[in-house]
């Protein structure tokens, strides 16, 4: 009987570990039998290692040079600072990721960002764990990046935009600034002119739409400007894509999320969130609405509509009614106050008051393409790797 309950007992622990994984990929799940090589085997062991440590949602895990995420994982050559190996989901995408003549000098990683620098800071290579497995390659020279497309793993090109498929995942590669971005012998080569090239996958919790590869065509025009996630224990990643523009995260709450927004550039930019229902809390009756500096934002139907938008609008889509994926644009710039509310449906919009969150933890400023990454509720932030 007692080892009937022990057995019992042992299985129930690993479906609930396995719960809030498979309750971020929504949808769009990444079915086991798609899992393949070396990422694969990453993803195990890494999933292994965070249950050991009673690690939930976005952040790395950092061990024997291997980088495990809940989403993402890959391992840093400790030579030539190339990225080996990179999976998402346990899918490999990239064998490897290189930078010609690349002079490594570190690999530091801070909750769900892991930066691989050179010894003159001339290339930063920074890596997330979030949704949208976001990779951006800061160059302050000309380089050459090469994206070694792991086996099965195809790359078309239009409007130089590249599009990465493999199953259900797909993925973009842009770059601004560029000499050229073309498909040879099975990588991705870019040829880049201080500027940044960016990889970025449609989020593995959210249906598919062609709200991302628009996303990313408004980056090469200087019109993205940054990216929130907010996951399981009020993890966050914030992504900033334009050098001018910087975003923090005020408070999170149960029915609130407030952020804060400056730009030096005054030009309108766009700004993706993507939420879920352990974070913010809403249920049926209930809907999402945006202010703008305590005034209600315009809400648009569909996301082309918000893409020719002139004035400060949102789009948004709640797939299942546990995830939510907003898209904003604001139309100008000094600072901006960005309340996204859970409000009946009844409810009719109001000027914005202050409500406190879980735990309000302003982000550091963070310019240019730098991460503000912060851990709310209990306030963890964890640093792991090597130092420099």
Same mark, same amino acid.
């Given at each position: ?10 299985? %129930? ?18 079915? #086991? ?6 990422? @694969?085997?990453? *993803? ?17 895990? =950092? ?6 995420? +809940? ?17 998402? %989901? ?22 769900? $960002? ?5 010894? +003159? ?6 890596? =997330?764990?979030?949704?949208? &497995? ?5 160059? !302050? &020279? #000309? ?60 989020? /593995? ?6 709200? =991302? ?30 050098? +001018? %523009?910087? $975003? ?17 550039? =005054? ?6 969130? +993507? ?14 609405? $945006? ?12 996301? #082309?509509?918000?893409?020719?938008? !002139?004035?400060?609008?949102?789009? %948004?889509? *709640? ?21 996204? /509310? ?32 912060? $851990?709310?509720? &209990?306030?963890?932030?964890? @640093?792991?790797?090597? @130092?420099?």
């Amino acid at each position: 009987m007692k080892r009937s309950i022990k057995i019992t007992a042992f299985f %129930l622990a690993v479906v609930i570990l396995a719960m809030p994984v498979i309750g971020q990929m929504g949808t769009g799940m990444i079915d #086991d039998n798609m899992m393949r090589g070396k990422a @694969k085997d990453m *993803m195990t062991r890494g999933s292994e290692i965070r249950s050991a440590q009673s690690v939930m949602g976005m952040g790395f895990m =950092h061990s024997e040079g291997s980088n495990y995420g +809940n989403f993402v994982t890959f391992s840093v050559d400790n030579t030539t600072g190339a990225v080996m190996n990179y999976g998402i %989901l346990g899918i490999t995408v990239f064998d490897s990721i290189k930078v010609a003549g690349f002079d490594y000098k570190d690999s530091k990683t801070m909750g769900a $960002l892991t930066r691989v620098s050179d010894k +003159n800071d001339s290339v930063v290579i920074q890596l =997330h764990d979030n949704p949208a &497995a976001v990779i951006n390659i800061r160059t !302050k &020279a #000309d380089a050459t990046i090469t994206f070694d497309l792991a086996d099965g793993v195809r790359a078309s090109k239009e409007d130089n935009i590249v599009k990465i498929e493999d199953g259900n995942l797909t993925a973009f590669i842009v770059s601004t600034n560029n000499t050229s971005i073309n498909i040879v012998d099975g990588n991705v080569r870019i040829e880049s002119s201080r500027g940044n090239a960016v990889f970025r996958a449609v989020p /593995v919790n959210m249906p598919m739409d062609g709200v =991302h590869q628009k996303f990313m065509g408004e980056m090469m025009k200087n019109r993205t400007g940054a990216e929130v996630a907010i996951g399981l224990s009020d993890k966050y990643s914030i992504v900033n894509y334009s050098e +001018n %523009l910087n $975003l923090m995260v005020r408070s999170v709450g149960n029915n609130r999320m407030k952020m804060v927004i400056n730009s030096t550039d =005054h030009s309108g930019k766009f700004i993706m969130m +993507n939420l879920d229902n352990s974070s913010m809390m809403w249920s049926q009756g209930q809907k999402i609405r $945006l202010y703008i500096d305590n005034m209600p934002m315009r809400q648009v139907m569909t996301s #082309d509509e918000l893409y020719g938008a !002139k004035e400060s609008s949102f789009w %948004l889509t *709640m797939p299942g009614g546990k995830r939510m994926q907003a898209l904003m644009y604001i139309a100008n710039f000094s600072e901006r106050v960005v309340d996204v /509310v859970v409000e009946n449906e009844s409810t009719p919009a109001q000027t914005s008051t202050e409500t406190p969150g879980k735990t309000p933890v302003p982000t550091p400023s963070t310019p240019g393409f730098e991460i503000a990454i912060g $851990l709310l509720g &209990a306030g963890l932030a964890y @640093k792991l790797g090597r @130092k420099g």
